[in-house]
């Protein structure tokens, strides 16, 4: 075959193909406005949910930033009136940049004043005092006239640097003339409260999943599993007054302890929100090991709990670790049991019937009563973004790593 | 006979055992439960549900916060659900199961689920108070503040971010009972792609949408985190407005337990809101619960 005689047969083909496109309308998609419209804008919205991950992340994360701002010295700023107050908030907060952005009449950034400034109106009394007294000493020193508001989005750099340096340590004392941001009470304190409610709900969770799906009958699984579910609609702050009025009682009573709020008390709380999830997805683990597994180890002459506990239980080991994962994530993120019902004393002690305070808590505790732009207010943001991290990876090792994991079980690849 | 006697007591604890576990986690949602119901019956009546609180919160009604509530979650469904349901629609409809983006919006979807509900408390302030809120007040009032404070349309939007997994996921369940023959049938007939999903797909679904928006409901009325610092408020002698603060029950009670002056003497009224608050979640999940099963049911058949 020569190629003249290939391209003719192409374009012979071609022909065919343009005439019967032009007779036979029906094979062919015609260009409809609606529905391109309409497959764009779900695509759109779809795609919104990746974005607003990214936005949390970036936005809580950028209210935290101006506590990184150690090396650069004070961004200060005189300002008549709430119009410019607010222009300037937004400004230097986005000023991630080397550029240092000085409004009104100082920013003399040679002589290092170290400025407590306020954002907005104060709320908190004893903050706003404080505030008053280094706003006026900062004042003082400058030309500016006395009724304006002084405000930045960071505090001084000397405060940041100091609060960063106080971190590492345990001491959480933020509203004081000398605050310091020691986290390590409250990690310490939102771990042993991970563990206290791990411990309650894992086990019971998890053995009454194994009932459900193994040894219950028909009929006892459709009583028991949606009534478990049910417990994952109550609201945390159901659970929590709960605690706080009869469990809290009603435990010391039992173990004769001291203090009536501790971590025991928070983590059998929290326990109990916890217990839907892990049984949940336990349940969803078990239930997908496939049935041949089950009548193969029962053919061998193994009994039913055998089968149960040494055959479905080790093939569903990575979902029930996903359960567990998840588990921790949604204690750890719990903020009004932990607000009701653990005490909140950021105490270093590791035992389970002192007060703690956790992380979640003490955002919900104090957020409210900050000064916006605050070094404490970005220190709140700062933990906000640990436990976005935290969640976010202990969802994705739960995702990816082992869901794979599981699927290669059960497949037997 | 091969098993003993012996194996078969073995056998038949360790059953009792997890059975034993599962009776428990029944036990203690009975007990609060009825717990609850006890120490707010006698304080559930019609003047109760409709009046205002009086004399510091310790006597009178939750009117205000009833009615918080439900503006509440009627903004955040106005604002939830069209686009829960949208998202949806791309993941079963347009995107391919195994594609990329799918998967990524389902990491996205499941990521949304699981961030702790105070998190959107802290982007609720930073994002729609601190940046929409100051933005939209510099450009239109000049710089007063209006939007760039505490409110509940900022509260309500918040919510939605929080329901919007829930909502997607029993949507995108709904749509999936919905059989291929019928879609099918329907661009076999010469309709459009959108003109499948429109007229044929979702009123098919109509179900799932239903129980999707109650589940998220449900959820809205009892989160109190995410609206800690984004709008509520202790006590308003008036109506709120979208501009305005707001009273809800959950963040009712979080306040009289533990931020008010006389936690006892207003203990009734605690524990009316909280049997109030559990009556309505409980109400609200019961029915979707029978609206999953019969979606169930009908996917079965």
């Known amino acids: 075959m020569t190629k003249k005689e290939k391209t003719g047969k192409k374009k012979k083909l071609s022909g ?7 007779r036979i ?43 990184f701002n150690t090396s650069k010295p004070a961004t200060e700023t005189a300002v008549v009136g709430k119009q410019d107050s607010q222009e300037t908030y937004g400004a230097v907060t986005d000023n991630t940049s080397t550029t240092q952005e000085s409004y009104g009449s100082v920013a003399d950034s040679s002589s290092k004043t170290n400025v407590q400034e306020t954002y907005g109106e104060v709320t908190d009394q004893t903050a706003s005092q404080e505030q008053n007294i280094l706003a006026g000493d900062s004042a ?28 590492a340590t345990k001491e959480w004392v933020p509203v004081s003339a000398n ?26 969770s998890i053995l009454a999943a194994i009932y459900v799906s193994v040894f219950a009958n028909k009929r006892m699984k459709e009583i028991i599993k949606p009534t478990i579910e049910l417990l994952a609609g109550f ?79 080790p093939a569903a080991t990575p979902g029930i670790f996903a359960a567990i994962l998840l588990g921790i994530g949604r204690v750890f993120g719990e903020t009004m049991i932990a607000l009701m ?16 305070r956790t992380l979640a808590a003490t955002i919900g505790a104090e957020m409210a009563e900050v000064v916006f732009g605050d070094t404490h207010y970005n220190v709140l943001f700062l933990i906000g973004s640990l436990l976005f991290i935290f969640t976010f990876v202990i969802n994705a090792v739960a995702e990816f790593y082992v869901k794979g994991k599981l699927m290669k079980r059960i497949q037997g690849k | 006979m091969i098993n003993s006697f012996r194996k078969n007591f073995k056998g038949v604890a360790i059953e009792g055992i997890t059975l034993f576990s599962a009776l428990l986690i029944i036990t203690i949602i009975i007990v609060m439960i009825t717990v609850i119901f006890i120490g707010g ?112 349309l900022w509260a309500s939007l918040t919510m939605a971010l929080l329901t919007l997994p829930v909502v997607i996921v029993s949507v995108e369940e709904a749509l999936k009972t919905v059989p291929q023959e019928l879609r099918a049938a329907s661009l076999a007939l010469g309709a459009t792609k959108w003109q499948t999903i429109r007229k044929v797909v979702l ?84 029915s979707a619960v029978i609206l999953r099963y019969r979606i169930r049911k009908k996917k079965n058949n």
């Open chain 1, 16 to 22: 065919l193909e343009k005439w019967q496109s032009e």
């Open chain 1, 25 to 67: 309308d029906i094979t062919q998609k015609r260009f409809r406005v609606g529905d391109y419209l309409a497959e764009k804008v779900i695509k759109g919205v779809a795609y919104l949910s990746i974005a607003i991950v990214f936005l949390i992340f970036v936005f809580v994360f950028r209210e935290s930033l101006p506590i």
């Open chain 1, 235 to 313: 609201p945390s702050v159901v659970i929590g007054f709960f605690a706080l009025m009869v469990l809290a009682t009603f435990l010391q009573s039992v173990f004769h302890y001291e203090t009536r709020l501790n971590s025991f008390v928070g983590g059998i709380a929290m326990g109990i929100a916890a217990i839907p999830i892990i049984f949940t997805i336990t349940e969803d683990a078990l239930t997908a090991v496939p049935k041949s597994f089950y009548e193969a180890s029962l053919a061998l002459g193994a009994s039913k709990w055998q089968t149960a506990f040494f055959v479905i239980l």
């Open chain 1, 140 to 167: 003082s020193s400058k030309n500016s006239s006395s009724d304006t508001y002084t405000v930045s989005a960071g505090s001084g750099s000397d405060d940041n640097r100091t609060a960063l340096k106080s971190m």
């Open chain 2, 203 to 286: 009123p098919e679904s109509v179900s799932g949408i239903m129980t999707g928006t109650i589940l998220a409901v449900s959820r809205g009325a009892g989160e109190v985190a995410p609206i800690l610092f984004t709008g509520a408020a202790y006590y308003l002698a008036t109506l709120p407005g979208l501009g305005d603060q707001f009273m809800v029950l959950g963040y009712h009670i979080y306040v009289l337990t533990t931020q008010s002056a006389n936690v006892d003497q207003s203990l009734p009224i605690q524990f009316g809101t909280t049997c109030v608050l559990l009556m309505l979640t409980f109400v609200l999940n019961m």
């Open chain 1, 341 to 356: 019902a653990t005490g909140n004393a950021a105490q270093m002690d590791l035992n389970p019937f002192a007060s703690v």
């Open chain 2, 41 to 152: 019956k006698s304080q559930l009546s019609w003047e109760f549900l409709t009046s205002f609180p009086t004399e510091g919160m310790t006597k009178g009604g939750i009117f205000p916060a009833i009615y918080g509530t439900a503006l509440l979650v009627i903004i955040m469904s106005i604002a939830a659900v069209p686009f829960g349901t949208i998202t949806a629609i791309y993941l079963t409809e347009y995107a391919k199961e195994s594609s990329f983006i799918a998967k990524t919006i389902r990491f996205a979807v499941r990521t949304l689920a699981v961030i702790p509900s105070i998190i959107y408390g802290l982007f609720g302030l930073g994002f729609f108070i601190k940046f929409v809120g100051t933005h939209v007040d510099s450009a239109l009032y000049g710089g007063t503040l209006h939007w760039g404070q505490p409110n509940l």
């Open chain 1, 179 to 204: 605050p310091r941001y020691g986290l390590l009470a409250l990690i310490l304190g939102t771990i042993k409260i991970t563990f206290i409610s791990l411990l309650f709900a894992a086990p019971l």
